[in-house]
């Protein structure tokens, strides 16, 4: 049995493939001080409601955007499932697919994974927007080939900002708010907050369309990309797995390399 671990800035998400089906994930708080012994203290009973042993897993595959917190990952690895993880980004890890910039290595590890998972998934030219502490959109080629992207805050930090940096405007929830304008600081927050969001991405995929010059499908991602359906213009899916996908892609490619060895 796989073990997937997706290490975001904010949250991290642990996920199990029995080689046919996903059978579980769950999601944790992104946290460097926590150690292996806290996360298999964390996450065996979890597996245990499964009906799942840690000696049921086998293989293990990591993405990590908080290199401070890899250490700890990679001993829960080694030290509750004895196996060796693969680690995006490493260079004995393949792939398999073109990095069409000229800085390939500043390239997120998570922003790979998705890329991936997402060429697997639909076909043609793409624009995967993650929406996590950051919101990105990542061109993904017809061959599967990044080709680049945007990079802007995620809206819980936009949200955070607004509330650290003005003393009169309230910590308040993300939600879809029912006019426009807003007849309570709360509402105008909500509005600004939510609607801004949903014309800052739709606006930034009519524009990378224009240039690309071909037809792209867009496909969403993310913690809390599921606020935007039904919202968004130009999101034409929403696929909550794309990074669980991606990386069972990366180790199925690198598992066949090893055993063709």
């Known amino acids: 049995m796989l073990l997937a671990i997706d290490v975001g800035n904010t949250n991290t998400v642990f996920a199990l493939h029995d080689g046919e089906d996903w059978v579980a994930m769950w999601r944790s708080a992104t946290d460097a001080r926590r150690t292996a012994d806290d996360y298999i203290v964390w996450l065996e009973p979890l597996m245990n409601m499964r009906k799942?042993?840690?000696y049921d897993i086998d293989a293990c595959v990591i993405s990590c955007v908080v290199p401070q917190a890899l250490f700890n990952f990679r001993n829960l690895a080694r030290r509750y499932f004895a196996t060796e993880p693969l680690v995006v980004g490493e260079a004995s890890v393949e792939l398999g697919v073109p990095i069409r910039i000229p800085r390939p290595e500043q390239v997120g590890a998570d922003r790979l994974v998705a890329a991936i998972g997402a060429h697997i998934a639909y076909p043609g030219a793409l624009i995967v927007i993650d929406?996590?502490?950051?919101?990105?959109?990542?061109?993904v080629g017809p061959d599967g080939g990044f080709e680049?992207?945007?990079?802007?805050?995620?809206?819980?930090?936009?949200?955070?900002?607004?509330?650290?940096a003005a003393a009169q405007l309230p910590r308040i929830a993300i939600q879809r708010p029912e006019k426009i304008i807003?007849?309570?600081?709360?509402?105008?927050?909500?509005?600004?907050?939510?609607?801004?969001?949903?014309?800052?991405?739709d606006g930034l995929v009519r524009r990378v369309k224009e240039e690309y010059g071909q037809p792209m499908t867009v496909i969403a991602t993310g913690g809390v990309a599921s606020l935007f359906e039904g919202a968004s213009a130009t999101i034409d899916h929403y696929d909550q797995t794309l990074m669980e996908s991606g990386l069972l892609e990366i180790y199925r490619r690198n598992r066949k390399g090893s055993d063709a060895k």
């Open 131 to 139: 929406s996590g502490t950051a919101t990105t959109l990542d061109i």
């Open 182 to 201: 807003g007849d309570s600081t709360v509402a105008a927050m909500q509005t600004g907050v939510f609607w801004g969001y949903i014309d800052l991405i």
């Open 148 to 164: 680049g992207g945007i990079i802007s805050p995620g809206i819980n930090l936009s949200m955070r900002a607004l509330h650290d």
């Open 52 to 54: 799942v042993s840690s």
